[in-house]
């Protein structure tokens, strides 16, 4: 009998020891890019980093948790800090957007600040308190006009400088995860626990709701180009809806089996070049539209999460990270 239960034992360890290899052979089984494009840029700050916005090619800003706000004259390559005077509460910058020199920050608790000179000087516009929730990000529109969401999923727009807001929906969504906005007005939000996403058009006066579609919990999601959606979950899932059909979901993917890093972002660099960031510098690519993966292995040095990846266009783009790291995207990547 106690030479039975040591051929099961040695059964068992052996079986394990196979899967391991499994296991590390599927993650080195995905091919490096040749060349790494992104460069890490030294940041004077610690904190988390949110957003990142232009007001042209040159003069930039970045914002962050404990008040954090940096502007940059050289396109990216360095920062420096600004302190704004809004009293003693520690707030954190969430959105930052502009339009030409007309430029937003929301943050929380309950914050909004705009300029109309670029970012030489900053106006706090009082909020509601009746305001469902904390406003978790803001799209400068043009002269005058933007929209802002809340973390509840309410969404209103404002054509007088912030003077006053119309309500789009409503009834706000519950508490959400993220939120994202298409060129064309629509939003998409995915609810705090990850469990179903929701869709609001122009035009409708309340969200649709959508379960998830599999069992995996939803961690992102967002807007291709072609009008399509895209969808990270956790355990390393992608997946993207049908070119003929936007109610239909394709297969999952799986960029890097069996990965144990969660995948917090996605945005597109060209029509066909797809980046994913995610959690301790992982940095995957794809260059042809998603079909196949490829990893920047040159970034897993980078002892950061990587929150969220900007493309201001196909040349300009950084992505923005866990205490102060902020990669700037240098030039073309290629494959393996």
């Not at 180009?225 to 049908?242: N, Y």
Request: one cysteine or more; proline letters at 5%.
């Amino acid at each position: 009998m106690r030479s039975l239960f040591k051929v099961w034992q040695r059964a068992i360890v052996l079986l394990t020891v196979i899967l391991l290899c499994v296991v590390c052979v599927g993650c080195s089984n995905t091919p490096s890019i040749s060349n790494n494009p992104w460069k890490v840029i030294t940041v004077p700050t610690e904190s988390n980093l949110q957003d990142i916005a232009f007001t042209d090619d040159k003069h930039g800003w970045l914002v962050g948790s404990k008040a954090t706000l940096l502007e940059t004259t050289d396109g990216g390559e360095t920062w420096q800090p600004r302190t704004l005077d809004l009293g003693e509460q520690n707030y954190l910058f969430s959105s930052v957007s502009f339009a030409g020199q007309e430029g937003w920050i929301v943050g929380e608790p309950g914050l909004l600040l705009h300029t109309t000179d670029g970012g030489k000087s900053w106006e706090q516009i009082p909020l509601s308190e009746k305001l469902p929730g904390n406003p978790n990000m803001i799209v400068a529109l043009g002269s005058h006009a933007a929209e802002m969401t809340t973390d509840v999923g309410a969404i209103y727009r404002t054509t007088d400088s912030g003077k006053t807001w119309k309500a789009m929906v409503q009834e706000a969504v519950g508490v959400v995860r993220n939120i994202a906005r298409a060129a064309d007005g629509r939003y998409l939000a995915v609810s705090a626990k990850g469990n179903f996403y929701s869709v609001w058009e122009p035009g409708k006066e309340a969200w649709e709701g959508h379960n998830r579609n599999s069992s995996r919990r939803v961690q992102n999601m967002g807007f291709a180009p072609d009008g399509r959606l895209w969808m990270l979950a956790r355990g390393g899932q992608v997946q993207f809806t049908k070119p003929d059909n936007p109610d239909e979901w394709e297969e999952a993917q799986y960029p890097e089996f069996s990965t144990s890093w969660g995948l917090l972002d996605l945005a597109y660099r060209t029509p066909e070049e797809i980046w994913i960031a995610g959690g301790s510098g992982n940095l995957l690519c794809s260059f042809d539209g998603g079909k196949t993966w490829q990893k920047d292995r040159d970034v897993e040095e980078v002892p950061s999460n990587l929150y969220k990846i900007v493309f201001l266009t196909p040349e300009k783009g950084f992505i923005v990270g866990q205490r102060g790291v902020l990669l700037k995207y240098q030039g073309s990547s290629a494959t393996a």
